[in-house]
């Protein structure tokens, strides 16, 4: 038996130890699920020493051209980061915490209103009436879709009359858009398992051409 050989049955083995947890929780499940974190994890580690220690902190910083010296900072938050496992001085990781979490808040803020806030603006305010046929469609639509939506949020009025009308369309058009969301959802995961059932009865057993 060659490596390769020995991979692929070693693959199905533990592909089938993860889709036995659909009968039932058993001892085969949680060694597979045991070997498959202590190596993920062991990857990453890998991956974050050399792609974040090593060249964002020391290939910069001891730079022999052109050092760095704004690192420092990153380094010494990572530090204190690491006295949390002391009961004594962990208090000291609240400030590097305090400064990950208002940071990584504020970028992904700054993103998420470009993306999504921006964008659906600038897409919901064009002009309705332009391109062909489809695309006039397609603009009222969104048109009708957003304005109807932002009417099921307005609190301040009774949902009734045409005002009510509006909201009702407004929940269908969300209730569209969150199934539309969920069964992508669902049919990533669908992709994920033809993938791996493709695995076992193509490679593995051979029983697909």
Known sequence: MDWQTFGIWLAALFTLGIISFLYKDNIFYKVCEAIFVGISAGYWFIVFFWDMF?????????????PEYYPWFGFVLGIMMLTRLSNKIGWLSRWPLAFVVGATAGLYMMIYF??????????????VFRGGVFDIIDNVIIAVGV???????FFSKEHKGAFGG??????WFLMVTFGASFGYTVMSRMSLMLGRLDFLFGTWL????
Do not use: H, R, W
């Open 114 to 127: 470009v993306s999504n806030a921006m964008v659906q603006v600038s897409s919901t305010i064009m002009p």
């Open 206 to 209: 051979e029983m697909i051409p």
């Open 147 to 153: 304005f109807c939506g932002l009417v099921y949020f």
């Open 166 to 171: 509006a909201a009702k369309v407004g929940i």
């Open 54 to 66: 090593y060249k964002k902190f020391y290939a910069q910083v001891f730079d022999p051209v052109n």
